[in-house]
């Protein structure tokens, strides 16, 4: 078994049953909507007791639920660069806005990224007279470059700018 | 003369100078610092005063100050995937959020994208006993998809979610 | 289920049935023919009405159906440069004719896009004694560029040409 | 001496003077602006009276009024899939609309292709209430793929469907 | 059902049988070899009788006749550059000897292309001392570039050399 | 020096003295035409007398002469698939007639390639009502592949088909 | 059936009675054994005898034998660049000796390759007391490269250097 | 000034002065010497002092010292896969032991990555009889996924392993 | 048989039985646990008693196991780059700190490389208030380019820096 | 400076002065001719009194000597697949024979490599009346996979088959 065959077992359950993400998403619970609907299409884990919970909702097996509990192969199945407007439209602001992200975080911050693990993300609508705005808003953790000496010793040289 | 030689022109002078990005985007004014630090790397353009101040600040030609105000190859000279970490987490978040993005928009909004176009971003420090945290926020209009029959006329089924 | 072994299935009835398209785009009705066929190929959605008269004529259960009204993973499967001369053609008119317009379309519009979201596209035969042409028009919306201050105020730049 | 080279020297010349495209192209003349444009961007050839035009208007040596009466490698330097955005546009169009576009025309004129050398373009702005449209209009002859024996003869069964 | 399934099915039948290609073009008719062959490995159409003939000979099914009428998604299939030493080779002619064929081509004829659409070619044993020689000849319409004015007339500049 | 500046040194000379390929290649003799072509754009090499004549004609150094008498890195800058519509044809011609003529060729031959080396080419001009045509025509020695024991010797089974 | 599906089909009886390509190799005889075991790996044709051999040592269908004795789709399967170490550092060989090998072997041989389809290829072990070592021998016919006049005699300048 | 132009200019320096590389991180001091030589190479940044150290070792102008102080685009240059032996044994490791990796780090660390940025490398010698050993330490700080609600509140579900 | 369809089926056996790696690696015993683990995900081989173990804990069959024994085709199924974040941290050290790293074990070692096949690995956990880290140590033989004569005697200059 | 650039220098005097590589290799002397060539060419190093003696014959400058005496980065520049058809045939070898060779090398050594490293390679003429031959032999030591234990100790299971 496959966790892309297993995306599609829970898609046609989904349209069979013609329940929404936002059902499925309160059904399973404790995670934000965005982190479940990931996790069931195969770029997050659940944990067990959530795992269990979709189990019993899309009548899975065991194995299959034991598969929801376990660190995906994240990514894989997306196309890059995405064919699809909707997620081309994402990677088209990373490609022509990044240096100046770059430029502009690592003068504001120093020499860093942000993570993207200890991260967060949310979408909102807001509304607009001239036609209503996707809001996407994320944070995450500032990482300074670890600089160390000859021992492996922090230098701590990332985060103040020198 | 290419937009990416004026690009390593301009960097050296700031180089010389000792400037920062919020020093030279004071200077020409008007813009978000995103789109001025954007449009000096060769994404975006200045309006013509604005690039009138660029040439001032920078001591360009005439040729120079009017390539500034031209609408660049936007995306020239990124690579995708990004070889540098911090641009490759903003490529990563889209590989592995694409898909549940796309999923959620699309309950929400109906079939249609988040502009890239009609699009805005803004970049913050949110203090954190943690460690900072970089603070990414972007709106964008919703675009429904147009359906349109026969004549050309618009359906608006992409609004509507039916 | 995958969207492309629906489509299989489509084909097949089709092939079975001897159907062409014109007639099966009439019997599904509402939207421009090429909206109908796209969406039977896996890159467009049907409305839920159409998808249930497409699930009639085409015999499929309610999964299938459901997904015909879903937003697909467009561009799937179209391999990209096209090995279709057909479909080469076109991708080969963009690379050759692309600079030009894009040279064109800003100089009379400002900065910005044709909307490939907001947009429709209609073929025609053309008579003409040395051999019929193919004629395809499209229209889609002028996007401009949003420029904005610190304060994500759009400034309108894009379409005042300054 | 290479095509690009020359691009690059005419764009210059072009801002130094504060030229626009349409400027340009009337000091040419006999064809389409964007026959003229692509010519110039490296994409097509002028012909002699055209390129001696050109040589004079932007002060062209011999060996440069000749480059531009020759067929040039034509698609040179447009990057594919293009990272511009009003590019890309119109690549995703043949990416999405191309699977439903053949089948189409298929089914309209048989077996073959719109011709993308006995083409023809133009590009127009439609008013509209809600902004202003960009209108592409093109037409190719329908080229019939030639069906033949083992003499080579023309079997014709490409136009007539059979 | 896909193309290559069919095709898959059509050689397996051949090797069954243990027919070969010869014989099966001789039973299907009409067009040339290399036609008839290219249509059973999926690049090519089949005529509705010669469809039907190829029917009675592999024993299809009526949807299966059907696909061999249709115009396939050509070129699919073909991995570029070939791993196939012999494909490889042609491959390889069009690489070397590209370049030299353009500027003769164009010397000779002006600015355009040999169709690949309205094109022949023949396959023949050249017998010779030191080894026999495969011989391909290939003839193909020169098709002119279209050069037109503002109006979408041709002004048939390809043509005469000017 | 590299060779693809020497290339660009020869056709800026052409240029400048508004020679055509057939009056150089019949300055420099000896040679198909399209071989002395290839040799000027970097894809074969002239003899020692050819090469001195080649430099006579265009005025090169020493080093120069000797460079066009050096097998180059043949197919360096010719990108593939290629771009220019010319090149692409017989690009797309391969990769499309290329299954049924491996096919054909094989049941002909037995097992084995058509040599790219052992080759040649020539082109000529069809004179047709409905437009010229463009005729290539190419012979290479059919190499059958050797089949050898243990011993490495050679036990003939390509040519005879068994 | 693909050649793959037969490849797969035959490891899996080579696994299930334990045999080694050796003795799999003698039972089909004739040939080298780097012959036979690319052939049953889909990369070589066996006789008509030795696919008959086959066949009775591997239980195969009367297609599946005659596939054997078909020329397959050479190099199908085969991942380039190798991500296989025992193939890669065969890659990298030709990667960085390809450039050494051109130059000696064309200032031995003139203009021309190393055949690969007039070619042989053997493996031996070679004992070493710090540690065997393996011999890869091949040799391969040298082909000139045929320089031919316009009527496509052949001119022999390959073999002579001049 | 593009960063590896500096990275030539040290090179050469460091040529001409015989100078190896644990001389001049003696000389630049500070941090481990895969820092700085990494720096130099234009993959990491020197810390102020330690720019003004290189540019009095080196000579370089005001702007090139400013240079070594920013972060430069890393990874910029490294062709992957990496063409050179020893750095792509490194490539074929992650390749190959990576999904191993992948089980075991998250069966002993929960959902989560080593950092590539808290992170720190050391190089030693490892005498043996049989061949000295390259031995290469690397730690990463731990970066367990963030599990986060609606509120964007982090449930901290990545450390223990539910 | 696939290997990654043994790959698979273990893996869902796995899940069924709620084992984790440690307890399968204790099972099967003799290598290190990340070589087990290797093995099982099909990029390593087990030797014979080791697979019959394996076999009996997964209850496979005669193939089944014999495969276990094989070497694999290694690296097959692991996209590169790769998707998933916690392998693309250890690519992207490789693709940062490679240039470093060359030039360090070049300076220390002479011309040569860290063998990836007389290799070892093992990871770690490194207890730390700020967060544990993992800790990756490999060692692997320096392997000198062997430098040789016109005999192919082995002239050892790859150990002596000269 | 770049290698390359160096290359080319060496080049440029090569053909001034007339030399051939035996000639030039003759006079840096020490290595078989494939080694030095490979040197010049940027993918080998020389010993530093060979690259004194290459500085001396070439003319070069101190920072030129010492650049032959560093290791390059190897396989640069190469591009691959390899379009020249010399180095093409090498690379179609390791593709069509790379799989039966990783077999009967496993059968006959086990588990491992032939080594690129601990390599050495000749070229020689086969003198054939049917035209003479390319004999390329090369050994490579045979270097087995370490299996290893927990504690990093070498288990050996490489060399003896289990």
Same mark, same amino acid.
């Given at each position: 078994m496959k966790r892309s065959? *297993?995306?599609? @077992?829970? *898609?046609?359950? @989904?349209?069979? @049953?013609? =329940?929404? =993400?936002?059902?499925?998403? /309160?059904?399973? /619970? /404790?995670?934000?909507?965005?982190l479940i609907v990931s996790a069931l299409l195969g770029h997050m884990k659940l944990t067990k007791p959530q795992a269990a919970a979709a189990g019993k909702l899309f009548g899975l097996s065991k194995a299959e639920i034991a598969m929801l509990n376990e660190v995906p192969m994240r990514g894989a199945g997306t196309p890059m660069p995405p064919?699809?407007?909707?997620?081309?439209?994402?990677?088209e602001l990373v490609m022509i806005n990044g240096?100046? *992200? @770059?430029? *502009?975080?690592?003068?504001?911050? /120093?020499?860093?990224?942000?993570?993207?693990i200890d991260f967060d993300m949310e979408i909102a609508r807001v509304a607009n007279p001239k036609g209503d705005r996707v809001k996407i808003g994320m944070t995450g953790k500032f990482l300074p470059f670890k600089y160390y000496g000859a021992t492996g010793n922090n230098l701590e040289y990332g985060l103040k700018e020198e």
């Open positions: 065959d *297993l995306t599609e @077992k829970i *898609l046609d359950i @989904k349209r069979e @049953k013609e =329940w929404n =993400w936002k059902y499925i998403a /309160g059904e399973i /619970g /404790g995670f934000s909507e965005i064919t699809d407007p909707l997620l081309y439209r994402l990677y240096p100046a *992200l @770059k430029a *502009l975080i690592e003068e504001e911050f /120093g020499d860093g990224i942000m993570s993207a």
